[in-house]
């Protein structure tokens, strides 16, 4: 273990349950919990407010950078494993945008962009404290936390991921296309491993679960006895 707080990182692509684990992770060691993918998404949900256009061809990457430099965000426990965070941008309750298949794909666009990575990398690691962290994200066991104690990659085809995406937002009366949902998260994938800054892709000594065929009680159980034999 090293002299810092213990990190526990867990990134992979998008649903691919990294929420679901992070967070159950946070809640049995009673660790802080960082989502930096939130971070990405409030980066987006400012720049939509600033008026920035995420849908031109060509980004405003100063104006984002300092954007996200200037970012005033706070994450607030629910104590509820289904949404365990309450996210405010500049005090406003913005977690039902944050969490919309549209927030996804512009915090996508907005992560490929150095300076706001660099803009963030000094807030997500401020949340290592003690007793622990569990950093959920894209590059946290590759970039933000290298020297994590424990790193998870977790992954499923984009089938499943599509699938299991699209019966969270069912559950929750919010209509969306099985069929939009799966080319959402191909050109997500695509773009989030084949940028510049930080590609997706598992740390060299990351331990990698494709969750593909599995329960969430299978990756758990796997997850669980990882974290014992690295941590406890």
Known sequence: MTEKAPVIAVDGPS??????VATHLAEKYT???????????????????AGIDLDAESLDEGRLGDLAFRLDVAFEPTG?????????????????????D??????????????V????????????????????????GTVVFPDADVKIYLTASAEARA???YNQLKHKDIGVS??????????RDERDMSREASP???????????????????VLDNVLALVTEKLF
């Open 15 to 20: 649903g691919s349950g990294k929420g679901v």
């Open 31 to 49: 660790f802080h919990l960082l989502d930096s993918g939130a971070l990405y998404r409030l980066v987006g949900v400012a720049a939509r407010q």
């Open 80 to 100: 509820d494993p289904e949404d365990p965070l309450i996210l405010r941008l500049s005090g406003e309750n913005v977690t039902d945008r944050v969490r919309s």
């Open 102 to 115: 549209a927030a996804g794909v512009d915090a996508s666009r907005v992560a490929a962009i150095q300076r």
């Open 117 to 140: 990575r660099d803009s963030l990398f000094a807030l997500q690691q401020s949340f290592r404290r003690e007793p622990g962290l569990v950093a959920d994200g894209r590059d946290m």
């Open 163 to 165: 699938e299991r995406r």
């Open 178 to 187: 099985l069929h939009d949902l799966f080319h959402s998260i191909q050109a």
């Open 200 to 218: 997706l892709r598992p740390a060299d000594d990351a331990y990698v679960i494709d969750s593909t065929d599995m329960t969430i009680e299978e």
